[in-house]
Every structure is written in C-alpha cells, then in structure tokens.
C-alpha cells in the first residue's frame, strides 16, 4: 500500500525543494559559514552586481541624460510655462516697479507695459532652451542616472531587495514551486509504473 505513496512523496519532495530554492535566493541575509562552506543569498551575495548592470540599463537603454535633455528644452514644453513667465511679467510691471522705482512708473503707460512685456516674452521664448540645455549640462555629472540608480539598488536592504523581486515575480516562484510538485509527481509516477 505504501508504494501508491511514492508519487506524493516525490511531488511534496519537489514542490520542496524548489521552494527552498527560491527562499536560497534571498537567504542567508549575511554568509553563514556551515561546515567547510559559506552559503549567503544569491541577491545578497550579487546586490552590488545587480545593482551595477540594472544602473547601466537604465542609463543607457530605458532613460539617458539626453532623453531628459531633449524632454527639458523641447519647445513645445517651453510654451506651457510662458503663460506663467506673462503673468510674473505683468504683476512686476504693474507692482513691483512703481513701488520700487515711482519715477520711472510715472513714464510708463499700459501701451508702454505691453510692449515691454511683449519683447522680454519673446526674448525669454528664444532664451528658455539655451538656459535650460546650460544648466543641464552644468549639472549633467551630478544626474549620472547610472551612479544614482546604483547607489539606490546597492543601498536597499536586503528585506527591501526580497520586497521588491517578491512584487514583481511571486506569480513566477509560485509557477516554478507548481512545477516542482508536478514533476515530482510524474517522476514518481514513473517509478511506481517501473516497480
């Protein structure tokens, strides 16, 4: 009787050891020296690793300096923030500079404000994307994306690591630990047809 067994036995036998597999790939946390070996996660173990090819995928296939670079100083975004560059532009003229100069203000009419507006509109227009490509080339080391998203991978701790792989794979663990049982079963099934 116990023969008939043999298939569910070889299934648990698989579906555990898959299991225990797929915890070895975030356990041991720190190296754990058992006999003559030293066994630690693979994650743990690799993080820096990791952390290092997923930094140079993101710089260099997912999202680069330039592609930052061009979203920044294309024109068409350029042209949503100068109906804010306006309305500064109109709050100064009409406030700030009668407070700060009243002679001057005494000068300057409504047709004179929008004129004035007019020009610097236009000029800020032509401006804005030389301003901006400047500063982001004069920043363009410290947005090293390759070096922050290591730094960022490497930094996690380890149960922030599993957190996340576990997110993004749990359907896949449980996929291989099915797996695991049902060849197990087979196997067994096998042996028991071969007895």
Avoid: C
Avoid at 3 to 17: D, K, M, N, R, V
Avoid at 24 to 44: A, N, Y
Avoid at 130 to 156: H, P, S
């Amino acid at each position: 009787m116990s023969i008939y067994l043999i298939p569910f036995i070889s299934a648990f036998i698989g579906w555990f050891t898959n299991w225990i597999a797929i915890k070895m790939l975030f356990h041991p946390r720190e190296p754990k020296k058992i006999l003559f070996m030293t066994i630690q996660g693979i994650f743990p173990k690799r993080q820096r690793q990791f952390a290092e090819k997923l930094g140079r995928l993101v710089a260099s296939e997912l999202l680069s300096f330039d592609d930052i670079r061009a979203k920044l100083t294309d024109p068409e975004k350029i042209k949503n923030i100068i109906p804010l560059v306006e309305d500064h532009l109109e709050h100064f003229l009409r406030k700030k500079l009668p407070d700060a100069m009243p002679v001057l203000a005494m000068f300057i009419g409504d047709s004179t404000i929008k004129q004035i507006k007019d020009v610097l509109i236009k000029e800020l227009d032509s401006l804005f994307p030389i301003m901006i490509d400047r500063y982001l080339e004069n920043t363009r080391e410290e947005l090293d994306l390759e070096k922050i998203v290591t730094e960022k991978v490497a930094g996690f701790s380890s149960d922030k690591l599993e957190q996340i792989l576990q997110g993004i794979m749990s359907r896949e663990f449980r996929f291989v630990e099915i797996i695991g049982g049902v060849l197990g079963f087979l196997i067994g099934l096998l042996q028991l047809l071969m007895a």
